[in-house]
């Protein structure tokens, strides 16, 4: 198939290398020329402008994916693109918008007859080799026309065995992607992940922190243990029931350096914890963990512990964030501006 892609920051220009490998055709757009350049000797069309992306996809018809930051950025871009594809095109957005704002986007175009999908999209820096694990809200029929663009993205069932008793169920989810449901499910589902994604990050942190502490000068002597950090975290990948990818990448940064003293522990958050707790709130679900985890990431920025630097360990090994590089708190929006009221600038 042929996509336009437009954002070629840390995933979205290693979602079009991947897809490319696959076979499909990608029209690439980003506001720097290098990059531009640089996906088109990978063997993509570079365009010159959003208007150029759109002219160059062969009718029948048109999709263009959309990886760029949350809120106005993509609002503006989905408004843009409105007014130049026609009835039948389809918009995907595949960074981290919020839920809300995919049905207000879904809404306005269908009145014109252009498809809109949200595709919460996880797999960082690393999807190029691993995939893209993707939760999908929109249209079947349109979901369903993008199958090999879902399909070539997703990680596939690797080495990872069945769940007994999935024999009936959508075997797309072996593969790792879903078709969650109507417009603003996809980020609905990818919201709550990176809700969870901050509760698991916390309790490593914590229990690292515990255990370098267990040194401290004021425990009696008889119970002071320096523990090897690196050891432990290696040996609880290897058959532990907390073994995950996030302690992999906590285990290679404590390798690396033990102290983690280029980290400072300030943790910056990008907008899905607290839209994952205002959720909680209108649905009168207590989300105990999450709604903490978000608030230790605040009291980070004033106060920085070792569970914090094993946090910016984590974030860095999974999506390149670095510390005082990222936009300072989700701001919030204004009245006149439409969506949600808080969170703005989440990280693709």
């Not at 999974?318 to 989440?346: C, L, M, R, V, Y």
């Amino acid at each position: 198939m042929q996509i336009g892609m437009i954002g070629l920051g840390k995933m979205g220009g290693n979602m079009s290398r991947r897809l490319m490998q696959a076979g499909h055709g990608c029209v690439v757009y980003a506001r720097s020329d290098k990059t531009r350049e640089s996906l088109a000797k990978d063997g993509a069309t570079a365009a010159s402008s959003v208007a150029d992306v759109v002219k160059r996809l062969e009718p029948g018809p048109r999709a263009i994916w959309l990886m760029l930051p949350a809120g106005q950025v993509t609002d503006d871009m989905v408004t843009t693109l409105g007014g130049l594809l026609s009835a039948g095109d389809i918009i995907i957005d595949g960074g981290n918008s919020f839920y809300k704002d995919d049905i207000r986007r879904a809404k306005i175009l269908a009145e014109k007859g252009i498809h809109y999908i949200d595709c919460g999209t996880s797999g960082g820096v690393w999807g190029i080799d691993r995939g893209y694990c993707m939760m999908i809200g929109g249209p079947k029929a349109a979901v369903e026309h993008l199958d090999p663009i879902f399909s070539a993205l997703a990680p596939g069932r690797g080495e990872i065995a069945r769940t007994p008793g999935r024999d009936s169920a959508d075997a797309r989810a072996e593969q790792g992607y879903i078709h969650a449901g109507p417009s603003g499910a996809g980020h609905f589902v990818k919201m709550v992940h990176n809700g969870i994604e901050y509760g698991l990050m916390q309790a490593y942190g914590e229990g690292f922190d515990i255990l370098r502490n267990k040194d401290a000068a004021d425990l009696p002597e008889a119970e002071r243990f320096t523990l090897n950090l690196p050891d432990i975290a290696e040996v609880w990948r290897r058959g532990s029931v907390i073994s995950s990818w996030l302690l992999d990448l906590g285990a290679a940064a404590l390798a690396k350096d033990p102290e983690l003293a280029t980290y400072s522990g300030f943790v910056q958050d990008s907008g899905e914890g607290r839209w994952t707790v205002e959720a909680a709130i209108e649905e009168a679900v207590p989300a105990d963990v999450i709604t903490a985890a978000l608030y230790a990431r605040f009291r980070s920025r004033r106060e920085h512990t070792f569970a914090e630097k094993m946090l910016s360990a984590m974030r860095f090994g999974f999506g390149g964030h670095i510390e005082g590089q990222e936009p300072i708190d989700p701001e919030p929006k204004t009245a006149a501006q439409p969506g949600h009221p808080i969170a703005q600038n989440a990280a693709a």
